[in-house]
Every structure is written in structure tokens, then in C-alpha cells.
């Protein structure tokens, strides 16, 4: 016959006992929780102080920008218009070269046939005497 091993068991460790609940008089647990909500209602209302600077602050910020933004876009503008001026001083000088460079070239073209006009005159004069 087979003989069984028996395991060996433990023991469950001791447990600790449990102390007595020390008990407090109810006027100083009165206390403390009357320091706790007065503690809880002050930093609620530092909260609601918070949030409502932090949404000034906000609309302020929000004012500011639009502000900056329509200053920005009021100088776009008057830049713009610059730009148009200058570039239609700039046409009206291209067009102005253009027409002097005109002139000078009739004034020469004109220039240049009374020349050849009087070269020719006087080719004609030498002609005729040397004949």
C-alpha cells in the first residue's frame, strides 16, 4: 500500500488589534469642520475672482487685437495707395521719356536731311563751276 504525505499547514499570522478609536469632544470636530468650509469657500470664491479676471483679460486681449488688426489694415491701405501713386508717377515719367526720345529723334531726323540738304547744295555748286 502507498502511504500519503500529508502537507505540511501554516498557521494564519496573528492579526494586530485593533486600538480603541480615540474619540474626540464634538466641539473641536465642530471646529475643524467649520475651518474646512470656511477653507473650501474661500478658495471657491478666489476661483470665481480667478476666472472672472482671466475673462476680463480675455475680452480685454480680444479688444486689443481688433484693434491692432484694424490699424494694421487701415496702413495696408494708405501703403496701397502710395504704391498706386507711385506707380502712376512712375507710368506718367515712362511715357514722358518716351515722348522726349520721340522728339529728339525727329529733331534729328530733321536735322540730319538739312544737313544732307546743304551738303548736296553745295555738291551741286562745285559742279557747276567745275564744268
Request: proline letters at 1%; aromatic letters at 0%; zero cysteines.
Amino acid at each position: 500500500m502507498a502511504t500519503v504525505k500529508k502537507s505540511a499547514t501554516r498557521k494564519a499570522p496573528a492579526r494586530k488589534k485593533a486600538g480603541a478609536k480615540k474619540k474626540r469632544s464634538t466641539s473641536k470636530s465642530n471646529v475643524a469642520a467649520k475651518k474646512r468650509q470656511a477653507l473650501t469657500k474661500k478658495l471657491r470664491d478666489d476661483l470665481k475672482a480667478t476666472k472672472d479676471t482671466l475673462k476680463l483679460a480675455k475680452i480685454a486681449a480680444k479688444e486689443e487685437l481688433k484693434l491692432a488688426k484694424e490699424s494694421a489694415k487701415a496702413e495696408i491701405d494708405l501703403l496701397n495707395e502710395q504704391l498706386k501713386s507711385a506707380l502712376k508717377r512712375e507710368v506718367a515719367l515712362l511715357k514722358l521719356g518716351e515722348q522726349k526720345a520721340k522728339m529728339m529723334m525727329a529733331a534729328g531726323e530733321h536735322w540730319e536731311k538739312a544737313q544732307i540738304s546743304k551738303i548736296k547744295k553745295i555738291a551741286a555748286k562745285k559742279r557747276r563751276k567745275s564744268k
